[in-house]
């Protein structure tokens, strides 16, 4: 029987117009550019601005530009998974709303919260359909409108988190590329460490919760930041030993955009030079789950067929993981 391996086709984004700069977010709570970029790494970071606008509206035009670059037609997509923390609402499935307005009839979706791992997960997931055979084309959207869940009075979370979306097509192939690997973790000791506490069934939203300042993202710093860098680095190497691959033979580090000294030092425990490592948080920030397929849409002409990539992130949850590819087209 011939092995099928799922691989990329195509790679389409959407990021707002709106920056929110250093300077912007000095005006509202004690900090600097300099503060930032030396312990964060972040310059810039997109808003989506614009009265009931949700992840939809950017997820909309992410799979429409995948549509237009690949000639990929709504009748023909079979799945569609959303990777987002951040819904349009809490039900129906944001991936409903956007088949809805892409005019996408013959496919199940659905979506699915890991955590700034989310992509990870949802392309996990995604290439076994097509594996299996059940599906020849899948959209894996991410899109996250963090901006929603941000206190801009918090110093520690607010210069972090912008907005985006991304939408990724997987078809088949019976060639030794694609998707040919991957490692995902969780760990549910590491929720209280970065949460929104309300909003769910546990705590529902009430006037004593909005008074709190329960509906915002709440993070302790520097227990998260350890363990991604303890957690990120482990599963890339693991990855690279269940491959017998060298730091000579991966030719991308593509990690989870959410603070510079986490993507040097997993680079650095890979042995990669910058030059291999893809960094884009300066313009975008973290944008949670949309942060890999965020730097493959940024990339992706300088991409080549054959290429390895080994993609990784680490999020609430906790969740983490990584996923060894090899790419295979050439824009």
């Known amino acids: ?42 310059k810039e970071r997109r808003i989506l601005k614009g009265e009931g606008l949700g992840v939809s509206y950017m997820a909309e035009r992410a799979v429409g530009e995948l549509f237009e670059k690949t000639g990929l037609k709504p009748e023909e997509v079979d799945m569609l998974v959303c990777s987002t923390v951040a819904p349009d609402r809490l039900f129906p499935a944001t991936a409903n709303i956007i088949c809805d307005k892409m ?97 769910g069934s546990e705590y529902p939203a009430t006037q004593e919760t909005v008074t709190n300042k329960e509906h915002y993202i709440y993070q302790e710093g520097k227990t998260v930041f350890k363990h991604a860098v303890e957690k990120m680095a482990e599963v890339v190497l693991d990855v690279m030993d269940r491959n017998d691959l060298a730091s000579e033979d991966v030719d991308w580090l593509v990690p989870h955009q959410a603070n510079l000294r986490i993507i040097s030092a997993t680079g650095n425990r890979m042995g990669l030079p910058p030059e291999k490592v893809m960094i884009n948080i300066e313009k975008y920030g973290n944008t949670s789950s949309a942060t890999i397929p965020l730097c493959l849409w940024d990339w992706e002409d300088k991409l080549k067929k054959g290429d390895k990539l080994i993609l990784t992130a680490f999020g609430a949850g906790f969740t983490w993981g990584a996923i060894y590819l090899e790419w295979a087209y050439n824009s």
């Open 103 to 199: 005019n996408i009839r013959n496919a199940f979706s659905f979506d699915m919260n890991a955590g700034c791992s989310g992509f990870l997960y949802a392309l996990d997931t995604a290439q076994q359909y097509v594996k299996s055979g059940r599906c020849k084309k899948v959209i894996v959207v991410s899109a996250e409108k963090m901006s929603a869940y941000t206190d801009y009075t918090d110093r520690q979370t607010c210069p972090l988190f912008g907005d985006a979306a991304t939408a990724i097509l997987l078809e088949p192939t019976t060639e030794n590329t694609g998707i040919l690997d991957s490692v995902l973790h969780a760990d549910g000791f590491g929720r209280k460490y970065l949460n929104m506490k309300a909003g």
């Open 1 to 42: 029987m011939t092995k099928i391996n799922a691989k990329i086709t195509g790679v389409g984004g959407y990021v707002p117009d709106y920056r929110l700069t250093n300077e912007e977010i000095s005006q509202m709570v004690d900090t600097s550019d300099e503060w930032i970029m030396t312990r964060i790494g972040i």
